[in-house]
């Protein structure tokens, strides 16, 4: 019995404990799981979609930028197995929306070492992009909230070696034809000149045949 107080002492200190671990876990958990979406409640968003027949080198939480401002992130991405394309939801500043429906999204690269991100290239049409309504979802039938005109991503490896083998045919192709030029054999200058020695032959002859008659008629007027 002498440990009595002691050993209420120590469950007291336990169950306090737990107590603290667990409304520790719990905030944690809300920050966690919850906090990227309070932050974009927080900051203004908007959801926007778009399709793309190629979303490599994006994923979710890209960038999403606007004349090299970030306007926003992709929040989800997933695959429409009918039409083999990239469905894109894009978390944009309330303050971009509406966007003209001429706008651009388009996938490019920071460079060769850097990665992807979604540029939006703003351009005016004949009507707006708005957010979809209560009750309707993106990439839905009515095709509210789409940005319609899209690029998907470019591979640039591979882009620069196409660039480099249709650099080299073109450079063998021009030094072929060079080189047919100069093993072509030259135009012949006798063609030319034919007609005039002909000539010279038939303005020379009358003059010979003058000298000759002469000649047959000099012994004529000796005999006489």
């Given at each position: 019995?002498?440990?009595?107080?002691?050993?209420?002492?120590?469950?007291?200190?336990?169950?306090?404990?737990?107590?603290?671990?667990?409304?520790?876990?719990?905030?944690?958990?809300?920050a966690i799981g919850n906090?990227?979406?309070?932050?974009?409640?927080?900051?203004?968003?908007?959801?926007?979609?778009?399709?793309?027949?190629?979303?490599?080198?994006?994923?979710?939480?890209?960038?999403?930028?606007?004349?090299?401002?970030?306007?926003?992130?992709?929040?989800?991405?997933?695959?429409?197995?009918?039409?083999?394309?990239a469905l894109v939801t894009?978390?944009?500043?309330?303050?971009?929306?509406?966007?003209?429906?001429?706008?651009?999204?388009?996938?490019?690269?920071?460079?060769?070492?850097?990665?992807?991100?979604?540029?939006?290239?703003?351009?005016?049409?004949?009507?707006?992009?708005?957010?979809?309504?209560?009750?309707?979802?993106?990439?839905?039938e009515s095709g509210c909230?789409?940005?319609?005109?899209?690029?998907?991503?470019?591979?640039?490896?591979?882009?620069?070696?196409?660039?480099?083998?249709?650099?080299?045919?073109?450079?063998?192709?021009?030094?072929?034809?060079?080189?047919?030029?100069?093993?072509?054999?030259?135009?012949?200058?006798?063609?030319?000149?034919?007609?005039?020695?002909?000539?010279?032959?038939?303005?020379?002859?009358?003059?010979?045949?003058?000298?000759?008659?002469?000649?047959?008629?000099?012994?004529?007027?000796?005999?006489?």
């Amino acid at each position: 019995m002498r440990h009595g107080p002691q050993m209420r002492e120590s469950a007291l200190e336990t169950i306090i404990g737990a107590a603290v671990l667990g409304v520790a876990a719990v905030f944690m958990w809300f920050a966690i799981g919850n906090g990227t979406d309070r932050a974009e409640a927080s900051s203004g968003t908007v959801e926007l979609g778009a399709r793309f027949n190629s979303a490599k080198g994006i994923n979710v939480g890209t960038e999403v930028s606007m004349a090299g401002v970030k306007v926003g992130t992709v929040r989800n991405i997933r695959l429409n197995t009918e039409r083999a394309e990239a469905l894109v939801t894009l978390a944009i500043s309330r303050d971009l929306v509406p966007l003209e429906d001429g706008t651009t999204a388009r996938i490019q690269s920071e460079g060769l070492l850097g990665g992807n991100y979604i540029n939006l290239e703003p351009a005016s049409g004949f009507g707006q992009i708005e957010p979809c309504p209560q009750g309707e979802e993106l990439f839905g039938e009515s095709g509210c909230g789409e940005i319609l005109y899209t690029q998907g991503s470019v591979d640039l490896l591979t882009l620069m070696a196409s660039f480099a083998s249709g650099g080299g045919d073109d450079s063998s192709s021009s030094s072929g034809s060079y080189d047919d030029a100069m093993d072509a054999p030259a135009p012949s200058s006798t063609d030319t000149s034919a007609p005039e020695d002909d000539a010279d032959l038939d303005t020379e002859s009358p003059e010979s045949d003058g000298s000759v008659s002469e000649t047959d008629e000099e012994p004529a007027g000796d005999t006489e």
